[in-house]
């Protein structure tokens, strides 16, 4: 469905393409637990995300398939997101502070695919 202010279909791959390509060098950083502290970019985001929706689809994931995230708020999930969604499957983010037996019951129980 194309809106009045544009002639092109505003999808999720638009998104992180334009991120890409105007802020392609904008730094994103990411703390983790234990300390760390990574950065990349939108640039690097976008390439990555693309690698990742390509790998999804050596996988056997195929558009409407469901891939849960096991991920912190960091870099990685957004290439989970955008990868995941950019080849047409479903994100399903999992709490990962839950339990074993809980992570397990979550998944097997959406039909996850694939966990990431």
């Known amino acids: 469905m194309l809106g009045g202010m544009q002639d092109?279909?505003?999808r999720v791959p638009r998104l992180i393409d334009h991120a890409a390509r105007e802020h392609g060098a904008r730094e994103l950083v990411s703390y983790w637990a234990d300390g760390r502290e990574t950065r990349t970019n939108w640039a690097g985001i976008s390439?990555?995300?693309?690698?990742?929706?390509?790998a999804l689809e050596k996988l056997g994931v195929a558009p409407g398939d469901r891939v849960a995230t096991l991920a912190m708020n960091h870099a990685h999930?957004?290439?989970?997101?955008?990868?995941?969604?950019?080849?047409?499957?479903?994100?399903?983010t999992i709490n990962?502070?839950?339990?074993?037996?809980?992570?397990?019951?979550i998944a097997n129980h959406a039909e996850d695919r694939v966990m990431l």
């Open 96 to 105: 990962p502070r839950l339990f074993d037996e809980q992570l397990v019951y």
């Open 8 to 10: 092109f279909e505003l």
């Open 77 to 92: 999930h957004l290439v989970a997101w955008y990868g995941t969604i950019g080849m047409g499957g479903v994100i399903h």
């Open 47 to 54: 390439r990555d995300a693309r690698k990742l929706a390509q």
